[in-house]
């Protein structure tokens, strides 16, 4: 083996930092992104209207079953192809890996987020709704005013949470041949032969940032709890 | 024409039937006391007159407009229909100011100093002006209930519903309570009070309607329903001996 060779890693450091830039506005985007259309999933849910309660529950069903792999494979893969049937176009159309990798995302995230703003808002007790409608507001204010910011302060820990795995998951878009850390470290990694240094530094980068991460999860835990 | 009209009005939770022809009416300016055993339905009553509730027959007629008609718009009847509940029910990510603020600014579109100037007025008359800044969570059960109190008066309504608001207090803080509604009683309030005070509803109150199993047994004169217990239903009477004798 011939023992570690760091120098490739210290040549290499602002293509990694990019690859790291990309990783982190992949997975911010896709927590926003994913959180916003989990709330349109989440209320859909419990909606009480039977088609859109449904077509949301088999969606969010549908995307927890399936292997996140295998997700981004199907929106890279298959849906130009799909849209090209649709449109009647001649070639597919080219979505190209970023696009594609931060709409699989949103939408895949989207389904879990979902569950956990359920949650969130069934923790919330009911009167607080009928005391939001008793004082006059609609629907659409009595959730935005009062039961989301009380259901989403519940749930930000676990939130967060979620964003750390995701944060770990974005590193399959290295597949699509993406550079985000994962995949600017393999780049490295073959270029230079230096696959175990290049993949102790990214499995170290990875561990401290969600540890990290994690503790601060933690601490917000404890400072955010609504007194009741 | 009666402030609130309740018209033959019975409820179902599928084969269950939770309310069965209820009819009485609060008068403008009227205090009525709604009691009876827990389960009787009062409360279910309360919640159908501003819709919080949903019934199935009959008809609820507040200051001239139906709750039950499809046109009716539900956000501003209730607007003007101030509720206070058995478990307070503030919102405990605004501050009490903010409590007071919401609907005002929200429902009635005031501006945020003028909702600013009526929250501190009912603030004030609730004895309460200095917590201003507090969360719910950081006040008492009794102080929460005025802070309640207060956010319906701030929406100038025009009747307020009271849904056991004492129930979940302390003994001591049910006192403080109480006081703040006899004031408004005092003031011409017109008001729909489910309770098991007693003492409130025979001093305070015009007339007194008991249920029992979802039905309107007894609906009077206070002065009748206490002074002549002898022409009380066997129910009444039973529940009257029960509370009383406490």
């Known amino acids: 083996m011939g023992g570690f060779d760091w120098s490739s890693i210290a040549n290499s450091l602002p293509f990694l930092m990019n690859g790291l830039s990309y990783t982190v506005q992949l997975t911010v985007v896709a927590a926003i992104g994913g959180t916003l259309w989990g709330i349109l999933l989440a209320l859909a849910r419990l ?15 549908l995307m927890r079953s399936v292997p996140l792999l295998l997700v981004i494979f199907w929106f890279y893969f298959l849906v130009p192809v799909m849209l090209q049937s649709i449109t009647g176009a001649a070639y597919p159309p080219k979505i190209g890996p970023d696009r594609s990798a931060y709409v699989t995302f949103i939408l895949f995230e989207g389904a879990y987020f979902c569950e956990i703003v359920r949650a969130g808002i069934q923790s919330i007790p009911k009167g607080q709704l009928g005391a939001a409608y008793a004082i006059g507001l609609n629907y659409s204010q009595a959730m935005r005013l009062i039961i989301l910011p009380q259901a989403l302060r519940n749930m930000l820990p676990v939130l967060l949470t979620q964003t750390i795995v995701l944060f770990q998951d974005v590193s399959l878009v290295a597949l699509l041949n993406v550079t ?3 995949g600017a470290a393999v780049k490295i990694a073959q270029r230079d032969s230096r696959l175990i240094e290049m993949y102790t530094l990214v499995a170290v980068v990875y561990f401290v940032l969600s540890y990290a991460l994690s503790l ?9 709890a609504i007194i009741r | ?22 009819s009485t009416h609060v008068e403008k300016g009227e205090v009525v006391v709604v009691c009876g055993p827990s389960g009787s339905g009062k409360s279910t009553l309360i919640k159908c007159v501003n819709a919080l509730e949903p019934f199935q027959k009959g008809d609820i007629v507040v200051d001239g407009i139906s709750v039950s008609a499809r046109g009716t718009d539900l956000p501003k009847l209730r607007s003007r229909v101030g509720m206070v509940f058995q478990h307070f029910e503030l919102f405990p990510h605004l501050s009490v100011l903010e409590n007071l603020r919401l609907a005002q600014v929200k429902v009635l579109g005031r501006s945020k100093s003028e909702a600013t100037d009526k929250g501190m007025h009912y603030l004030d008359r609730v004895g309460l002006a200095s917590q201003r800044d507090k969360f719910p969570g950081q006040l008492s059960g009794g102080q929460q209930q005025r802070v309640a109190i207060a956010r319906a008066l701030c929406m100038d309504p025009i009747a307020m519903l009271f849904d056991e608001p004492t129930s979940a207090l302390d003994p001591e803080m049910v006192g403080e309570v109480l006081e703040v509604m006899v004031g408004l009683a005092k003031e ?13 509803a ?3 109150s015009d007339r007194v309607v008991f249920m029992d199993a979802g039905r309107i047994v007894e609906d009077c004169a206070t002065k009748e329903f206490f002074g002549n217990i002898e022409a009380r239903s066997e129910r009444a009477r039973q529940f009257l001996g029960k509370i009383l004798a406490h």
């Open chain 1, 180 to 182: 985000d850390l994962v």
């Open chain 2, 1 to 22: 024409m009666p402030m609130i009209d309740i018209r033959g009005v019975s409820k179902w939770y599928n084969e269950f039937q939770v309310l069965t022809d209820c």
């Open chain 1, 47 to 61: 909606s009480g209207i039977a088609p859109l309660a449904w077509a949301a529950a088999a969606y969010v069903n």
């Open chain 2, 202 to 204: 025979r001093s305070v």
């Open chain 1, 216 to 224: 601060g999860v933690k601490a917000l835990n404890r400072r955010i």
């Open chain 2, 188 to 200: 011409g309030m017109t008001m729909m009070v489910v309770t098991h005070e007693m003492g409130f």
